[in-house]
C-alpha cells in the first residue's frame, strides 16, 4: 500500500503537505506539526511525542473515516489492555471516554488524504484539552515510540479496505457497530436534542431518529449520553 514515504522532523499539516503532491501510497509523517488541522476548522494540537500521520490514496471513499477508525481501534486494543476504547462517530477514537485520536479525511485532485494524529506520549495538555483529551501514556503509564504503532494501523487499513473490496459494506457496518457501541443507543445533538442511533450507511452518514423521524448525519458532533447520568 505504501509507495513513498515522506519523514518530517516538523511540517504545518501532514494533510495538508500530502495534498499538496498527492500520489497513491504516499505516506506523510511529523514528529511534530505547527498548524495541524482537526475537523471542522478546529486545529489539532500536535506536539513532539504523538503520531502524526497522512496517507494518501487514489480512492476517494466516504467510508475512509469509519474504516480508519476501526483500524486504529484494532492496532490500539492491544496496547491499552483492561481499558475502554470506543469509536465516537465519525472521527474520534476515546480512551476512557476521552479523546485519545483524530482522523481527518480531505480530498483533492481525486485522491484522498487520510490523516491520524494518534496522542501516544503526551503528558500535559493546555487547560482548554485537559478535560476532554488524553494519551496512552495519561492512561496506562506506558509510553511507545510512535513507528511500531504507526505499523499496526497501516495493516490494519490495508487489511480493512482488503475487507470492504472483496466483501463489501456489511463486514465494516458489523465493526463499526462492535467498536463504537452506540447501535440502538441515545446520543446528544449540538443544542441537546436526543436521538437514537440506527444504523450507519454506505457513505458513513449515521441513521438516527429523531423526534420520531428518520434522519442521516452527515458529520455532525454528537454526545455519547452514558446510562442517564449526563452527556459526555
Ligand atoms: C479531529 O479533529 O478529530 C481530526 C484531527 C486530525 C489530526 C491529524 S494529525 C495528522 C493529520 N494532519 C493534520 O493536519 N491533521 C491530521
New binding site residues.
Given amino acids: 500500500m505504501i509507495r513513498e514515504w515522506i519523514r518530517l522532523d516538523q511540517v504545518d ?4 503537505y500530502a495534498l499538496e503532491r498527492p500520489k497513491d501510497g504516499l505516506l506523510v509523517t ?1 514528529g511534530s ?1 505547527t ?6 476548522g ?1 486545529s ?1 494540537y ?1 506536539p513532539a511525542g504523538n503520531l ?3 496517507l494518501c490514496l487514489k480512492d476517494i471513499n466516504p467510508l475512509h473515516t469509519i474504516i480508519t477508525g476501526i483500524s486504529v481501534y484494532d492496532a490500539l486494543i492491544t496496547l491499552v489492555p483492561g481499558h475502554e476504547i470506543i469509536i465516537k462517530w465519525p ?2 477514537l476515546l480512551l476512557n471516554k476521552k ?1 485519545v485520536c ?3 479525511c480531505q480530498s483533492r485532485s481525486g485522491f484522498s488524504a487520510i ?3 494518534l496522542n501516544i506520549n503526551q503528558a500535559f495538555w493546555p487547560e482548554e484539552l485537559r478535560e476532554t483529551a488524553t494519551s496512552i501514556y495519561q492512561e496506562t503509564g506506558q509510553k511507545h515510540p510512535a513507528l511500531p504503532v504507526m505499523y499496526d494501523i497501516l495493516d490494519a487499513i490495508k487489511k480493512w479496505i482488503e475487507i470492504y473490496n472483496n466483501e463489501g459494506f456489511a463486514p465494516v457496518r458489523k465493526a463499526f457497530f462492535t467498536r463504537s457501541l452506540i447501535f440502538g443507543t441515545e446520543v446528544m445533538l449540538e443544542g441537546k436534542k436526543r436521538c437514537r442511533v440506527m444504523d450507519i450507511d454506505m457513505d458513513g452518514h449515521l441513521i438516527v431518529v429523531l423526534e420520531g423521524k428518520t434522519i442521516s448525519l452527515a458529520g455532525e458532533k454528537i454526545f455519547i449520553v452514558p446510562q442517564n447520568t449526563g452527556a459526555l
Fill in positions: 499539516s501532514t494533510n495538508r511529523a506539526q498548524k495541524g488541522k482537526g475537523s471542522r478546529r489539532w500536535s502524526y500521520m497522512t472521527n474520534d479523546k483524530g482522523i481527518l490523516g491520524i494524529g
